[in-house]
């Protein structure tokens, strides 16, 4: 092993000592509530396919016929050769679903949110402002814009108005998650545009967990919240996540789109993503649409799980979405949670520094309409077992 190595494998021996390892595992079945790892079987609880429809045969078929259609790779960057007609259906279909005057596909929601803050904020003069749970998507592309970032305590409006009243900069920005991936809650949107109106901000969301879930006919958070599109709202939401496809959009005003096209790093510089996934997409985009059933189950379930963890030792953070945390403190006492229940044939990931704050490790309970009030109560039972075990 050379010097090099040698240092990373210390590193990971540190990890390793602290119970921060990250292990990938290989699922050898499709994305659903019923999983296989190796030869064991699991109920899982872990995915972000909320409306279950990663495997529904409409979009599994309009993928295979987009395949067929277009071929496999858009080959090339959106500008050069790779905008083929599914690409610019997808988009517009989304404009007309979010409400938005125009949007923009990318590959991946990081991509999109490397897109958006560093390209509206560029001068180390500007100010972005950000809930301090905000996804390391949008920390990331906080650093890229090399703007000064003031980070306020998770929701605090009354600090974050101080803040933006304190600011002498020309442009800024409050930027915020949605629903937040890893508590669940939902940004108080109305009040995030209320200040940024005020002091003449953008306001740029990202809604990964809301879209598809949230709103009338799944339509996100801002419709949740009661905020109609406004030029001053960026907004950017997954495909992967309850469109059950893969990929991501920007929704704004027509200026801002033309301009990530003219200026996004991150739109520019890579290839489109295959046109079949534009395909799917589309197909998505109705079944959230008609999904009103789907959405109303899955809050059946959400409710059926917060009345019965409530009295477990470990608080379950206030959360009206899918995603569901127990809150269980330190690294070890959380990956022992999680063997605990894979043990008995389930799984719920063990959420861990960095991906949250030191000290708020987590199971994170993540519910889909595809799972069954049944399997639903399985792990309620477990997670009362286990608790009745330790205490
Ligand atoms: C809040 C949030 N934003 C952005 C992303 C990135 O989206 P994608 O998986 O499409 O890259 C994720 C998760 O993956 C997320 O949870």
């Known amino acids: 092993m050379c010097s090099l190595e040698n240092t990373l494998q210390k590193e990971l021996s540190d990890l390793a000592e602290q119970g921060l390892t990250r292990t990938l595992r290989v699922l ?3 994305c659903s509530p ?3 790892m190796g030869r064991q079987k699991y109920l899982a609880f872990a995915s972000n396919d909320y409306l279950g429809l990663a495997t529904h045969p409409d979009l599994t078929r309009a993928l295979a016929e987009g395949a067929s259609a277009w071929g496999c790779g858009s080959g090339a960057a959106h500008l050069l050769n790779g905008h083929l007609r599914p690409h610019a259906m997808l988009e517009e279909a989304l404009a007309t679903f979010t409400g938005f005057a125009r949007c923009l596909t990318f590959s991946s929601g990081y991509l999109a949110n490397l897109a958006v803050t560093p390209t509206l904020i560029t001068r180390r003069a500007d100010e972005i402002f950000a809930d301090r749970l905000n996804h390391a998507s949008l920390i990331d592309a906080v650093r890229l814009s090399r703007a000064r970032q003031h980070r306020y305590p998770h929701g605090d409006l009354a600090t974050l108005a101080r803040l933006l009243s ?9 930027l915020t998650d949605a629903v937040f991936s890893m508590d669940g809650d939902i940004a ?18 990202d809604d990964a967990h809301g879209f598809g879930v949230l709103g009338e006919r799944g339509a996100g958070s801002l419709s949740h919240c009661g905020l109609p599109p406004h030029a001053r709202i ?12 893969g990929g991501a959009f920007v929704a704004a005003s027509e200026t801002v789109i033309e301009y990530l096209i003219n200026r996004a790093r991150s739109f520019i510089f890579t290839t489109a993503q295959p046109p079949a996934l534009a395909t799917a997409a589309l197909a998505s985009l109705r079944l959230i649409a008609e999904s009103a059933e789907r959405r109303a189950h899955l809050h059946d379930l959400i ?6 963890l409530c009295e477990l030792p470990w608080p379950l953070l206030a959360s009206e979405t899918p995603i569901q945390s127990l809150l269980t403190g ?7 949670l999680s063997e605990s229940l894979k043990k008995r044939g389930i799984w719920v990931p063990a959420i861990r520094p960095p991906t949250v704050p030191p000290g708020m490790a987590r199971l994170r309970i993540s519910l889909s309409a595809a799972h069954t009030e049944k399997e ?3 792990l309620i039972e477990a997670l009362q077992e286990i608790a009745g075990e330790i205490g």
């Open 28 to 30: 050898n079945t499709p």
């Open 34 to 36: 019923r999983i296989r």
């Open 166 to 174: 304190a600011s002498q900069a020309k442009t800024k920005m409050i």
């Open 188 to 205: 108080p949107l109305a009040d995030l545009f209320e200040l940024a109106e005020r002091f003449d901000a953008w306001l740029v969301v």
């Open 234 to 245: 960026v907004l950017m939401a997954t495909l992967g996540k309850a469109a059950g496809i």
């Open 303 to 308: 409710r059926q799980l917060r009345t019965s």
């Open 330 to 336: 330190d690294n070890q006492t959380t990956l022992r």
């Open 376 to 378: 639903v109560a399985r």
